[in-house]
């Protein structure tokens, strides 16, 4: 199929390019807006208890969270009677903006001191904007102008939710900018020197286009039907240029190698799809279904990493067997033009990789033993991890939402940004039970870490009222239930914040009612990444096995590269905590703040984006690999040369996408910053410490049961497995299953013995 498919494109090589060029002119344009559209949330469980809370608030009673926060701040204190005034105005004109369903300040609250500062000088005016989050924005966008400079000599500085995903956004497309700025020509660099030319440095780059302008076109289309993060589009670029420079490192080095062997152009064509096209088409599938995994999650912040990881799979694996193969064979031999240092075909048995890969088999384990203590250290941090949620402190400090939320948390002595909504819809009118809503009011107040409740009896501190029911307390009744507001005095993400959900939701209460706000969301939440995660699990690994037991024939292969790229996510997984939690190599990594927490979703957005990186190095070097064995029937040997001829690929192909991971660093959002720096340790670690250690030293000791698979798998990859097909393998006969274990570590061959080795008595699968 692969033959056709490269007769197909250089056979048609003008009209591939024409409408490769047509395409990306296309998805440009269709994609080029689709930041716009794209929203910053997506953290919260669409079906869970605290979203159905959420939406009848805002169904019922056009109520909900304040998701914008205005901090007041005034030099002659905030009960003078000039701030007053202005205060009272400020709120009034904000309740009646388009868009805003409630607003409510220090003003307004009978000066309730939950909503001013210690010191007196800036007090809280809250409201909440209706609508969903793209909705939100719309208000926000329109509202900001009126109130930016100022109000009635107030000076006035927004936060809260819908404050923070507006610069979240912003931020992001500036982030992007500057990281494509800087990426771009630092790869092209790099490039020159890997492929030692300019003309094939240049295709790689050119895939990595095709990719990125399709997935953004795809996200464009998505957009109508569905939400999607606006941090979609930096994995789209990362992963495009990231796949489009591994894909064409495989393709064009096998290309010139085959050309360097005599072979034509055409030849050379067919026997690079063959061989290594076969190789990229598995690894895309690989990262594909690692990310597909997002998917059974249902926040969209996940799941827009799979929309956007899948397309861009997707489309750079359909330029590195379309669309480079017609450029292959445009070029020719002129994919050399303006080389330098031109490379010589090494003997098979010569090189660092091969030197390498013998010395670990040679004591293969203590070796191994020595890699997998040093990545166990590397992942102790992760056993201190703290989840919770994005908020405003993923900003760069001098964000105006940022600064809000800063001075809240120091100066301020509850959470009011932060309360839980006790919501008890179809109840009847209220205003009829207006003792049961006082006793239920009261209980809760006297809950620990519950700073006030504020209903429609009024408010209470510590079982005792402290506001009398009245006209500003009409907002929490509606025409058939009624509403309460909890305000807690713990972060919503501690243990004792997690505990007071617990609490008010087992309460008794004269009515039904759901729980919801920000701790009640993060409950949700978790519980939900918990039951899912599994499912994740699961979907990742059996679709590994099955694919890398098509490729191999082995039961033993599948088994060994999911152990091992689990060892590449260690380096992720403890500098996500060491560097981003606990605040470590800031000089490094660029300021941020420290949180002292994990933001629950980003670990397992990274396992899933990484493995999928793993795998792809693991398909690169088991197929050669096997492709030797195929040919020898020697298993150092083919481990040798297999890592020999990836072994510098798989590792320039590391650095670089390191390099485009590493560009997030760039990025004033600490999302992305821990994105980058996390998974570019695990593709450095995946290509060398896992691939040059670990790998050959585990196949040296499983010797011929590397490829041993029970006979009714065997007998089925007869029949369905893939193969090369290019080289007859050695003449074999004999039992599927080894006779014997391999021999001992000691008994390696050396590089003046090439020869040596295990031998296979026979060839499962063949």
Known sequence: MLEKLAALAAGRRKLVLVLTLLFCVVGGALGGGVNDKLS???????????????????????????????????????????????????????????GVSQALSYWTQDRA???????????????????????????????LPHYQDGYQGLDLKFGGLAEANRELTEQTQKDLALAEAVVLPLTLILLVFVFRGVIAALLPLALGVVAVMGALAVLRVLVVFTDVSVFAMNISTALGLGLGIDYALFVVSRFREELRKGATVEQAVGITLRTAGR???FSALTVGLS??????????????FAYAGIAV???????????????????????????????????????????????????????????????????????????????????????????????IAEDYPARAMSPLLVVADGTGDPRSRTTDIAEYSQRLSELPD????????????DGQRVAKPGRLYEQFAGE????????????????????????????????????????????????????????????????????????????????????LNLFSLTATFGSMVWVFQDGHLKWLVGDFTTTGMTVATNPIMMFCVAFGLSMDYEVFLLSRIKEEYDRTGDNRLSVARGLERTGGIVTAAALLMALVFLSFLLSGITHMKMLGFGLALAVLMDATLVRGILVPAFMRMAGRFNWWAPAPLARLHRRIGLRDGDDDPAPAAGPAAPAEAAPAASAAPGPSDPSAGERSPAKVGR
């Open 480 to 563: 058939n239930g009624t509403w309460l507001m909890v305000v807690p005095e713990v972060d919503p993400y501690t243990d004792e914040g997690q505990d007071l959900v617990t609490e008010v939701r087992e309460m008794s209460a004269p009515f039904p009612v759901q729980v919801g706000g920000t701790a009640a969301s993060f409950k949700d939440t978790m519980a939900s990444l918990g039951d899912r995660l599994p499912y994740g699990l699961l979907i990742i690994a059996a679709s590994i096995f099955v694919l890398l037991f098509l490729l191999s024939g082995s039961v033993l292969m599948p088994v060994k590269a999911l152990v």
């Open 291 to 304: 990310l597909s995994a997002l998917l059974i999650f249902p926040m969209y912040f996940l799941r827009s």
């Open 40 to 98: 910053a949330g997506g953290y919260e469980v669409p079906d869970s208890a605290s979203s159905a809370a959420q939406k009848a608030l805002s169904k019922e009673f056009r109520a909900g969270s304040p998701n914008l926060v205005i901090l007041v701040e005034t030099p002659d204190g905030v009960d003078d009677p000039g701030t007053t005034r202005a205060g009272l105005a400020l709120t009034r004109a904000l309740a009646d903006e388009p």
């Open 113 to 143: 001191p939950l909503l001013h500062s210690e010191k007196g000088d800036s007090a809280l005016v809250m409201a909440h904007l209706t609508g969903d989050e793209d909705e939100v924005a719309e208000h926000l966008k329109k509202l």
């Open 450 to 461: 519950v700073a006030r409740v504020d209903g429609l009896a009024g408010s209470y501190t």
């Open 279 to 281: 190789t990229v088409l």
């Open 313 to 407: 799979v997707a489309f750079a694996v359909v330029a590195a067997l379309v669309v480079l193969p017609a450029l292959l064979a445009v070029l020719g031999h002129r994919v050399n033009k303006w080389s330098f240092g031109r490379h010589r075909e090494k003997p098979a048995d010569t090189g660092f990789w091969h030197r390498l890969s013998l010395l670990v088999m040679r004591r293969p384990l203590p070796l191994a033993t020595g890699v997998v203590v040093l990545m166990a250290l590397l992942l102790t941090p992760f056993l201190g991890v703290r989840f919770g949620l994005s908020d405003e402190r993923a900003l760069p400090q001098h964000a105006q939402a940022h600064e809000v939320g800063t001075r």
